[in-house]
């Protein structure tokens, strides 16, 4: 590897270990009671897609694939943190880069959350996609 593709992916790493921060430090301001009720509910929006097994475009699609990833969840972090108060959303990275820090946050309820709710989601696609086919 050469010197200019070892400092391309450190980069990289960086951005990814930020976007993780920033995303788990949403998270809290999310948990705050001072912020806004609908900071709260795009915060909630945004990190459900964030933390979904399942994207709008899949990852399998050359190029559209990750381009969701790097646009969609870009863009929503970025509404969400702008209409969270500036004290919140500083308290939340602070306890966010602590956390970073100390242990890897594990958040297993939001798993639990997010793939029923995508898989019902995909049953009822799947249902209605067959009932159109079957009517024709």
């Known amino acids: 590897m050469t010197n200019r593709q070892a400092n391309t992916v450190?980069?990289?790493?960086?951005?990814?270990?930020?976007?993780?921060?920033?995303?788990y430090a949403l998270y809290l301001?999310?948990?705050?009671?001072?912020?806004?009720?609908?900071?709260?509910?795009?915060a909630a929006l945004v990190l459900a897609y964030a933390f979904s097994p399942i994207d709008l475009?899949?990852?399998f699609i050359p190029v559209l694939g990750y381009l969701d990833d790097l646009v969609i969840v870009p863009a929503g972090?970025?509404?969400?943190?702008?209409?969270?108060?500036?004290?919140?959303?500083?308290?939340a990275k602070?306890?966010?880069?602590?956390?970073?820090?100390?242990d890897k946050?594990?958040?297993?309820?939001?798993?639990?959350?997010?793939?029923p709710l995508w898989t019902g989601i995909a049953i009822i696609g799947i249902?209605?996609?067959?009932?159109?086919?079957?009517?024709?």
């Open 127 to 136: 249902v209605m996609m067959s009932r159109v086919l079957l009517l024709r």
């Open 57 to 59: 475009i899949p990852d």
């Open 29 to 42: 301001a999310y948990r705050d009671p001072r912020a806004p009720r609908r900071a709260k509910l795009f």
């Open 94 to 102: 602070t306890a966010a880069a602590d956390a970073m820090d100390s």
């Open 77 to 91: 972090m970025a509404l969400a943190l702008r209409m969270i108060p500036v004290n919140v959303m500083e308290e």
């Open 10 to 23: 450190e980069k990289w790493r960086a951005a990814a270990t930020r976007l993780k921060s920033e995303t």
């Open 105 to 115: 946050p594990v958040n297993w309820v939001m798993g639990v959350v997010i793939v």
